[in-house]
């Protein structure tokens, strides 16, 4: 079993920036594909961030060039750098863990961008 805690959420101005951190517990989650996900209200949950076992990043169009995704193995932990923050990224935030058939999520972090 894996448990992830969301953290670093918050209410920002168009513009402005947030960290997400992501810890893990239970195992050491070197080897899964990490994900940050999101879910506006009215919306289904979408990928906007991933990162692999193998440092690979792949990120989703609306969120380019201003998110970035990154892992601490030696602290189990994920971040996600979130840069030029638009109204239109508020949601809640998750964090999953997935490795061959097993996924874990956090409990989710609400970020909102308002002025």
């Known amino acids: 079993q894996v448990q992830l805690v969301e953290s670093g959420g918050g209410l920002v101005q168009p513009g402005g920036s947030l960290r997400l951190s992501c810890a893990a517990s239970?195992?050491?989650?070197?080897?899964?594909?990490m994900g940050w996900y999101r879910q506006a209200p009215g919306k289904e949950r979408e990928l906007v961030a991933l990162i692999t076992s193998g440092d690979s990043t792949n990120y989703a169009d609306s969120v380019k060039g201003r998110f970035t995704i990154s892992r601490d193995n030696a602290k189990n932990t994920v971040h996600l750098e979130m840069n030029s923050l638009k109204p239109e990224d508020t949601a809640v935030y998750y964090c999953?863990?997935?490795?061959?058939?097993?996924?874990?999520w956090g409990q989710g972090t609400q970020v909102t961008v308002s002025s």
């Open positions: 239970g195992r050491n989650v070197r080897i899964y594909d």
């Open positions: 999953n863990a997935a490795l061959l058939r097993y996924t874990y």
